[in-house]
Nanobody, 120 residues
Framework: QVQLVESGGGLVQPGGSLTLSCAVS????????MGWYRQAPGNERELVAT???????NYADSVKGRFTISRDNAMNMVSLQMNSLKPEDTAVYYC??????????????WGQGTQVTVSS
């Protein structure tokens, strides 16, 4: 089995910064992609940023230029640096990983979520 554990959420004022981190552990042969999604009350879960094994990155238009995703392959970790935070960034943020547990068997896994609240 594969586990994802997030950390780093909290309360921050508009314009402030936060860094989220996610550690992936368990039965890992290879991590294909890692990323962050978020879900605000009453909304569907949406993509924030993803990074693949080749280093490619993808961002939602709403966070481009403000958020940066980074990946530590040696530590099986992914981080999300969030700058210039806005109230509309308030949501539960979820870590996501697509993991091969063997050379042929893969699955998609989620963390438990961490709350980010942007408010004065």
């Amino acid at each position: 089995q594969v586990q994802l554990v997030e950390s780093g959420g909290g309360l921050v004022q508009p314009g402030g910064s936060l860094t989220l981190s996610c550690a992936v552990s368990g039965s890992i042969f290879r991590i294909v992609a890692m990323g962050w999604y978020r879900q605000a009350p009453g909304n569907e879960r949406e993509l924030v940023a993803t990074t693949n094994a080749g280093g490619g990155k993808n961002y939602a238009d709403s966070v481009k230029g403000r958020f940066t995703i980074s990946r530590d392959n040696a530590m099986n970790m992914v981080s999300l640096q969030m700058n210039s935070l806005k109230p509309e960034d308030t949501a539960v943020y979820y870590c996501n990983a697509r993991v091969y547990s063997t050379s042929v068997s893969w699955g998609e896994f989620w963390g438990q979520g961490t709350q980010v609240t942007v408010s004065s």
